[in-house]
């Protein structure tokens, strides 16, 4: 990466720190520049004024590339398919920052046009294509609160990552399983797991 790229990255990382800890209202271009050892001056040079940071580092808490990339894989199962977007959608949430500022960006998605749309693309579209590709694997339809069930339930591990009982490999395989039960693709007549 060359030296422009590593002062906007320092940046981006400074902030995905600072507004995960103190929120995008109150944190301080001041607090960034501190903790991504710059100036103001190169933060405004990047990024203009406070919003296009915000916007920026919320775009980055969205998860559209993770599912992007599950949608353009060949998948040979439809437990591997969910499997494979339930952990992709997990792992990007390891680290405490990105889960704080997912949580803050959904919360403060109407205020930024940008972010709304990559809410909505992440929710619907790739969403959408995930279920699509699910139903050309099962030949059952998926029902909309199932597709929101599954969603929620990806969101509940995010919200409660440190009080879960389960590692995310477990807990998404559990998933799949019960969601491919909910749609009448049950390989078995087990109960449906809790």
């Not at 969205?62 to 949608?71: H, L, Q, R, S, W």
């Not at 059952?140 to 990806?154: D, E, H, I, M, Q």
């Not at 807990?171 to 007549?189: F, H, P, R, S, W």
């Amino acid at each position: 990466m060359n030296k422009d790229g590593d002062k906007e990255e320092k940046i981006l990382n400074a902030a995905i720190r600072v507004f995960s800890k103190k929120g995008y209202d109150s944190a301080t271009i001041d607090e960034i520049a501190s903790k991504a050892k710059v100036s103001k001056g190169i933060i405004f040079f990047y990024f203009k004024k406070k919003e296009n940071l915000v916007e920026r580092v919320a775009l980055l808490s969205v998860p559209v590339k993770e599912i992007t990339d599950v949608n353009k894989r060949d998948h040979r199962t439809a437990k591997d398919l969910i499997i494979d977007f339930g952990l992709s959608f997990l792992r990007k949430y390891e680290s405490p920052e990105l889960r704080n500022l997912l949580l803050m960006t959904m919360a403060n998605k109407g205020r930024h046009k940008r972010i709304e749309l990559a809410l909505r693309e992440m929710c619907f579209q790739e969403m959408d294509k995930m279920f699509s590709n699910l139903e050309a694997l099962t030949g059952n339809k998926v029902p909309t609160p199932v597709r929101r069930a599954f969603f929620g339930s990806l969101l509940c591990y995010v919200v409660w990552w440190n009080d879960n009982n389960m590692d995310p490999e477990e807990y998404v395989d559990i998933l799949a399983e019960n969601i491919l039960k909910l749609i009448g693709n049950a390989q078995d007549n087990v109960e449906i797991k809790k």
